[in-house]
């Protein structure tokens, strides 16, 4: 083997995104050792962003369907052969629309200031034959043993039996990146700042500083997968981050299984609320509030959390639940999620770079990063391996769709 047969494929980003592509990577058929090195560059912790952070559903009816075609069967295999089950809380789950009034609590306000919608429901308006059931009923599902049944107007079930699932967003991500180790994956910690390219366009390094030094490394190909920080490398990508807060909660019991899109009318408030409820294995419930328009920091380990924001997340979902009344916060968090601002509404940049051979970006992917994230590597795996993607038809995808 010569020096120019040589690989070195740089993930920049050990979010979900980066980590699953790693994954796929070292295990695509011409992968070897010899031949090739994948390194993940990741500026502060694997997963310390949305990948850590986010709800972890995972749905039929996400968007854009191109992608979710391709992701969902690959959630069910990565489940089956590496005990998803057990290793990061792969379950399938209920899934509807609840509306109701919230009872009044004691302390705490469940005031919040003005709020963006994360837009997780728009798959819904798609009219794809795996689409959710449509129609509504007075009554919760027998099965739903955790909200009030005195404070339900109207629940609405949003998929059927099998088209709705949930990984523990962490354990799914940090899961996938020690499985790509075990096959000579290499993360290298420090923050990207620069791509070099030589004379003809293509990539040939990636320089990125290290406890206050800089250090290059080469590189054949780069895949940028940094998440709302992808334009602080490539400041031509249209991708920008919405700050959303999210806490969890020990139940005072085991719940059942589901994911709740709620609009709760409280009493002191002219204007419902919504948070998201998911149950989790584990005696766990994760809950998270619409994003905010607060400025991104330089990095993840920089943002910052607003304890209000949180205490009133808790106060609206307990409203709802004894079960959650009763219980403990665990965790209080907030996260950045990357939006793309120009080309397909809610659609993620996936692909080659035009005029710059090598280059590929995995970012954008809004509220379905998790749920995207196998879809995803799947299709950039081939794209750098085989030089095309065969998995789905991701072609509104490509970068040129977007700038």
């Not at 980066?18 to 050792?33: E, F, I, N, Q, V």
């Not at 005696?283 to 400025?295: F, H, I, L, R, T």
Request: charged share 20%.
């Amino acid at each position: 083997m010569t020096a120019s047969d040589q690989r070195n494929i740089v993930i920049i980003g050990g979010g979900i995104i980066g980590c699953t592509t790693a994954y796929y990577l070292s295990r695509h058929p011409k992968y070897s050792t010899e031949n090739t090195s994948i390194t993940v560059l990741e500026a502060s912790s694997i997963a310390g962003g949305a990948s850590g952070k986010a709800g972890g559903l995972v749905a039929k009816w996400a968007y854009p369907k191109e992608l979710v075609k391709v992701t969902f069967a690959e959630h069910e295999r990565l489940a089956a052969e590496h005990n998803g089950a057990e290793r990061w809380g792969w379950r399938y789950t209920g899934c509807g629309q609840w509306e109701g009034r919230g009872e009044e609590l004691e302390g705490g306000s469940k005031k919040m200031d003005p709020d963006r919608s994360l837009q997780k429901k728009e798959g819904l308006i798609d009219g794809d034959s795996e689409a959710p059931l449509s129609g509504s009923t007075k009554g919760l599902p027998r099965d739903l043993d955790w909200v009030k049944s005195n404070l339900t107007d109207s629940y609405a079930p949003m998929a059927r039996h099998g088209e709705t699932a949930q990984v523990h967003p962490y354990l799914f991500t940090t899961s996938m990146i020690e499985l790509a180790q075990e096959k000579g994956v290499k993360v290298v910690y420090g923050k990207a700042t620069s791509i070099g390219y030589s004379s003809d366009g293509a990539v040939e390094s990636v320089t990125y500083i290290q406890d206050s030094e800089s250090h290059t490394i080469s590189a054949t190909d780069v895949i940028v997968s940094a998440g709302p920080w992808t334009s602080t490398v490539l400041p031509q990508v249209p991708i920008s981050g919405t700050r959303a807060h999210s806490i969890t909660i020990r139940p005072s019991r085991p719940v059942s299984a589901y994911a709740l899109f709620t609009e709760i009318q409280l009493p002191d408030s002219a204007q419902a609320v919504t948070p998201e409820i998911y149950a989790r294995p584990n005696n766990e419930v994760y809950a998270c509030s619409p994003g905010d328009g607060k400025p991104m920091p330089e990095s993840t380990k920089l943002v910052e959390v607003d304890e209000k924001v949180c205490e009133a997340l808790f106060a609206q979902v307990a409203s709802i639940s004894d079960e959650l009344r009763k219980g403990e916060v665990t965790v209080k968090q907030a996260c950045y999620l990357p939006n793309v601002n120009s080309g397909p509404q809610g659609h993620p940049i996936i692909g080659s770079v035009r005029g710059s051979k090598g280059l590929v970006i995995a970012a954008g992917h809004t509220c379905w990063g998790i749920c995207n994230a196998p879809g995803t590597a799947k299709a950039v795996s081939e794209l750098v391996m085989d030089g095309k993607i065969t998995c789905g038809k991701l072609d509104k995808l490509a970068p040129h769709n977007f700038f």
